[in-house]
C-alpha cells in the first residue's frame, strides 16, 4: 500500500522539483542582470572619471610645457640682456679709447722773425735741420707748394717742358697760389751754372726751403746757398738733393711697351751693347770673358757716340733688352750718363746689373728708395765674378727684382712730370710731413625715411629654419665705425716707398696692415675694445656666440649690393640681412636707370640701409671708396645673393684674420689650356679666385681699384659689363702675392624667387668675355698674379664628436 502511494506521488514530487528549480533559474537570472547593469553602470562611472583625469593630465602636461617653453623663453631673454649689458659695456670701452686722451692738433709752428743767413754749401755735414727751415712745414698743414712763374725761361722747348711739369704737378700737389703760406718754394731753371738768384722772390738770401729743378743737365752748379737741387746731372748728391734720371718719351702706357715678365729665364742671360770704349780701359778684357758665356750677348756697336753709349732708336734698344734676364748697365763717369740703360732696364724687364768703380752709386731718390730689391749693384772688382752671381740667383729672385723693378719705373719715373712729383714726394717723406689722404667717391645718397617689417621669400630650406636663431645675443646696440686715420704721423715709419702701391703719395684712412697685438694686451690694457671669448677663458660654441673674439679690436662690416632693375629681388636678399650680427649698415648702389619708386617697401633689418646713385651704371661702382662706408670689411653682395645670417658671420671672422685677402664663397679658377690662360667655374680641388657677389674684402682695395690700378683695368670692365671680379683678385693678388680664402662648401648661387632672369653666366658670350678679360689683364699687370689655394676654411669644431654638453661654434659650418 505504502509503496502504491510512494509511486503514486512521484510525478507531483517531480513536478514540484521541476518548479522550484525554474523558479531558482528564474530568480538568478535577474540577479545576473542586476549584477550585469550594476557593473555598467559602474564601469560607465570608470570612464568619466578617466576622462577626467585624463585631462587633467592633459593639462599639466600642458602647462609643463608652457613653462618650460617659458623658461627657454627667460633663459634667452636672459642670454639677449647679458649680450646687451656686455655690448654696452664695449661700447663704452671704444668710446673710452675714443676719447681718452684727447687727440689734439699741435700748436702751429710759426716762422721765426728773423733768420741769419748760413752759408754752407761747403759744409757738407749740412743736415736737414739746419738746412731746412720747418716752421714753414707744420704736421698739420699738408704739403703747400708754390710754383715761381716760368717767364724767365727763353728757350722754347725748355719752356714747353717746364710748363708741361708745372701743369702735372698742380693735377698732384696741394699747389698754392700766396707764396707766404707754402712751405717748398719750387723754381725751374734753364741754367744752374750762372743761377741769378735775384729772379727768385722769396730767396730770403739764402734759399731755404727752396727746390732748384734743373733742365740743363749740368753737373756745375753755382752756389744755391740752402736751397735744394734736382735734376739728372748732379755731380755729388748731398742729403738735400734730389737725383732723378733722364726721362724716356713713350707714345703708348709702360704696359703696352713692356713684355711680359714671364717667362722669367729668356733666351740671353745677361747683354750689353755700347759704342766703342775708352782708349787704354781696362774693362774692355774683362767684358771679353763675360762675352765667352753661352748666353751672354756682349757686343761694342760703332754709333758715333761718346764711349759706352747707348746705340740704336728706342724701339731697336727695347727689343734687344726684351730677349735677355740681365743687363749690364756699366758706370764709369756719374750715373747721368746711364740712367737711360737704368730706365729702359726696368721697362723690358732686364734686371739691371749696375757696375760702378765704388759699387755704392748714387741712384735715383734712394734717399727714399731700396734699389737692392730692384737691382744688383756691384763694384767693377766684381766683374770676373758677375757670371758666377747672376747663376746663383733663384727663379724666385729674379722676379721679384722684374716687378719691383716694374713697380719703380710706373709708380715714380714713367714720365718727366712724375719723377718730378717723386722727388718732392720725397722731400716731403723727409721733412716728417704725411702725404694727402684719397678723396672719398661722394654719389648722391637717398635716405630711407620709411621702413616696413621684413617678409623672408618662401623658399627657406631646412638649413635656414635650423640656422636661424645662431648669433642673436651679440646685436650692436649702435653702429661702430672703424677708425680712420689711426697711423697719423707713424704712417712715415713703414717703407711704403718701396711697397707695391700708391701708398708714398697718397695716404689712405684705414690701414689694411694693422699689426696684432700681444694677445695678453687686450687684458692690460682694459680701455682697448677687445671682445674675447668669455673674458679669455674660451669656451665652446654657448660663449663663442657670444663674443667676436679674435686678435683685432671689436668691428663690423659694411653691406654693399649692387643693383639693377630687380627691385623685388634686392627687396627679399635686404630682408634676410634682418638682425646680422656686426653689420654696420648696408649701402645699396642703384645702377638702375630709372629712379627708386616711391612704392619700395624697404625692410627694417635692424641696421641702416643707404641707396647711393652713382654718377652712371658700371661695375666699377661696386667698389668705388664710398663716404657712407665708415668700416674696413667690406661684404660686397649681387642683389640675388642668398646667404644664411651663420655663413655671413663665419665669414667676417675668417677675414678678421686674413684681412689683406678676399675671402668669400663662390670659387673659380684660372687654367692654361692650349698655351693660353682661360677662365673656368669647373669643380676642381684648387682655386684662384673667389667672385665679389659674395665676399668681404678691406675698404683699402676700393681706394687701389677705383684710383691707383691702370686706368684701362676698368675701361675693360665697361666694355664688357663683365669681369670686375676678376679684375680685383686680379688687383689683391698683385699686391699680397696670396690667393683668396674660400669659406664653406658652397660653390655658386641661384637666383631663387620672382624677379629673376635668365643667368647671363650660363651663356657661351658670358665666358669668352671672361677668358678674354683674363689674357687682358695678364698683359696690363705684365703677368698673371693669381696663384692656387686647396683648401677652404671651416669652423674649429666642424665635425668634431662632442661630449653631450659641449655645442659647435656653428651647427652648419
Not at 770676373?384 to 733663384?394: I, Q
Not at 651663420?646 to 663662390?666: C, K, L, M, Q, S
Request: proline share 7%.
Amino acid at each position: 500500500m505504502i509503496s502504491s502511494r510512494k509511486k503514486a506521488f512521484e510525478p507531483f514530487l517531480l513536478f514540484l522539483f521541476s518548479y522550484f528549480c525554474y523558479y531558482n533559474s528564474l530568480q538568478s537570472e535577474t540577479e545576473l542582470e542586476r549584477i550585469k547593469n550594476s557593473v555598467k553602470i559602474e564601469l560607465r562611472e570608470l570612464e568619466r572619471t578617466r576622462d577626467i583625469e585624463q585631462k587633467k593630465v592633459e593639462n599639466v602636461r600642458k602647462n609643463v610645457l608652457a613653462e618650460e617653453q617659458h623658461l627657454k623663453q627667460l633663459k634667452s631673454d636672459v642670454a639677449n640682456y647679458r649680450g646687451q649689458i656686455q655690448a654696452l659695456e664695449r661700447e663704452l670701452r671704444q668710446k673710452a679709447a675714443i676719447q681718452n686722451p684727447p687727440v689734439m692738433p699741435p700748436e702751429r709752428i710759426l716762422p721765426p722773425l728773423d733768420i741769419p743767413t748760413i752759408p754752407f754749401r761747403a759744409n757738407i755735414d749740412c743736415s736737414r735741420g739746419d738746412c731746412f727751415d720747418y716752421t714753414r712745414c707744420p704736421l698739420t698743414g699738408g704739403f703747400p707748394v708754390y710754383l715761381y712763374p716760368i717767364t724767365h725761361i727763353r728757350d722754347d722747348a725748355k719752356r714747353r717742358r717746364a710748363d708741361n711739369i708745372q701743369n702735372g704737378l698742380r693735377q698732384m700737389l696741394q699747389i698754392v697760389e700766396d707764396a707766404n703760406t707754402a712751405c717748398i718754394w719750387f723754381f725751374i731753371s734753364e741754367r744752374v751754372d750762372v743761377l741769378d738768384t735775384a729772379l727768385i722772390e722769396h730767396w730770403h738770401g739764402d734759399g731755404r726751403n727752396h727746390v732748384i729743378l734743373d733742365l740743363s743737365g749740368e753737373s756745375s752748379w753755382a752756389d744755391i746757398g740752402r736751397a735744394s737741387k734736382m735734376g739728372t746731372g748732379l755731380a755729388e748728391v748731398l742729403p738735400f738733393d734730389l737725383l732723378l734720371p733722364e726721362s724716356i718719351i713713350l707714345d703708348q702706357p709702360i704696359w703696352e711697351i713692356s713684355p711680359l715678365m714671364t717667362p722669367i729665364h729668356r733666351a740671353h742671360r745677361l747683354v750689353f751693347q755700347f759704342s766703342a770704349p775708352p782708349a787704354g780701359s781696362v774693362i774692355v778684357n774683362q767684358l771679353a770673358l763675360l762675352k765667352k758665356q753661352p748666353d751672354n750677348v756682349i757686343e761694342p756697336i760703332p754709333c758715333g757716340a761718346k764711349p759706352w753709349a747707348n746705340c740704336g732708336t728706342l724701339k731697336e734698344r727695347l727689343e734687344f733688352l726684351s730677349t735677355s734676364t740681365f743687363s749690364l748697365v756699366l758706370v764709369e763717369n756719374n750715373f747721368a750718363d746711364v740712367s737711360e740703360r737704368l730706365l729702359e732696364s726696368l721697362l723690358t724687364g732686364a734686371v739691371p746689373v749696375v757696375l760702378s768703380f765704388s759699387g755704392l752709386l748714387p741712384l735715383p731718390l734712394d734717399g727714399v728708395i731700396d734699389w737692392s730689391r730692384a737691382s744688383l749693384q756691384l763694384p767693377l772688382s766684381r766683374l770676373p765674378e758677375l757670371s758666377f752671381l747672376l747663376n746663383s740667383m733663384t727663379s724666385g729672385d729674379i722676379f721679384d727684382m722684374r716687378r719691383q723693378g716694374r713697380f719703380l719705373l710706373e709708380e715714380y719715373f714713367s714720365s718727366e712730370v712724375k719723377s718730378v712729383y717723386s722727388g718732392l714726394q720725397m722731400l716731403r717723406h723727409k721733412i716728417g710731413v704725411i702725404p694727402n689722404p684719397y678723396e672719398q667717391s661722394q654719389g648722391v645718397t637717398t635716405n630711407i625715411e620709411k621702413f616696413y617689417p621684413p617678409t623672408l621669400p618662401a623658399e627657406p630650406n631646412f638649413l635656414d629654419e635650423e640656422a636661424k636663431d645662431e648669433f642673436v645675443s651679440i646685436q650692436s646696440l649702435s653702429p661702430l665705425p672703424s677708425p680712420v686715420f689711426p697711423q697719423n704721423y707713424t704712417y712715415l715709419i713703414k717703407d711704403y716707398f718701396n711697397s707695391v702701391g700708391p701708398f708714398a703719395h697718397k695716404m689712405i684712412d684705414v690701414n689694411i696692415l694693422s699689426t696684432p697685438l700681444p694677445s695678453e694686451e687686450k687684458f692690460y690694457d682694459k680701455q682697448l675694445p677687445f671682445d674675447p671669448i668669455c673674458g679669455g677663458a674660451g669656451g665652446d660654441g654657448t660663449e663663442y656666440q657670444n663674443a667676436l673674439g679674435g686678435n683685432f679690436p671689436r668691428e663690423e662690416f659694411t653691406v654693399v649690393i649692387l643693383t639693377y632693375k630687380r627691385d623685388d629681388v634686392l627687396i627679399g636678399t635686404l630682408s634676410r640681412l634682418v638682425n646680422q650680427p656686426h653689420l654696420n649698415k648696408v649701402l645699396v648702389v642703384w645702377n638702375s636707370p630709372y629712379s627708386i619708386p616711391d612704392s619700395l617697401q624697404w625692410p627694417a633689418i635692424g641696421a641702416p640701409i643707404e641707396v647711393v646713385i652713382p654718377e652712371k651704371n658700371s661695375l666699377n661702382n661696386r667698389f668705388l671708396p664710398f663716404k657712407n662706408i665708415e668700416t674696413e670689411a667690406v661684404l660686397s653682395l649681387d642683389d640675388d645673393t642668398h646667404l644664411r645670417r651663420d655663413e655671413i658671420e663665419f665669414a667676417f671672422r675668417t677675414w678678421r684674420e686674413n684681412r689683406d685677402r678676399i675671402v668669400g664663397f663662390p670659387g673659380r679658377h684660372h687654367s692654361w689650356e692650349n698655351g693660353g690662360w682661360f677662365y673656368n667655374s669647373n669643380h676642381t680641388c684648387e682655386l684662384s679666385m673667389v667672385l665679389t657677389g659674395a665676399a668681404f674684402f678691406h675698404k683699402q682695395y676700393s681706394y687701389l681699384y677705383s684710383s691707383w690700378q691702370p686706368p684701362e683695368v676698368k675701361a675693360l670692365v665697361d666694355e664688357f659689363m663683365n669681369c670686375e671680379d676678376i679684375a680685383l683678385n686680379f688687383l689683391v693678388s698683385h699686391l699680397t702675392r696670396k690667393p683668396p680664402v674660400k669659406v664653406t662648401s658652397r660653390w655658386t648661387f641661384r637666383c631663387l624667387g620672382q624677379g629673376c632672369p635668365e643667368a647671363l653666366s650660363s651663356t657661351d658670350g658670358h665666358f669668352n668675355e671672361r677668358h678674354y678679360c683674363i689674357k687682358r689683364l695678364t698683359k696690363i699687370w705684365g703677368y698673371n698674379p693669381l696663384l692656387y689655394t686647396g683648401y677652404r676654411v671651416d669652423s674649429v669644431l666642424f665635425k668634431t664628436r662632442l661630449p653631450h654638453d659641449k655645442q659647435k661654434c656653428f651647427k652648419f659650418i
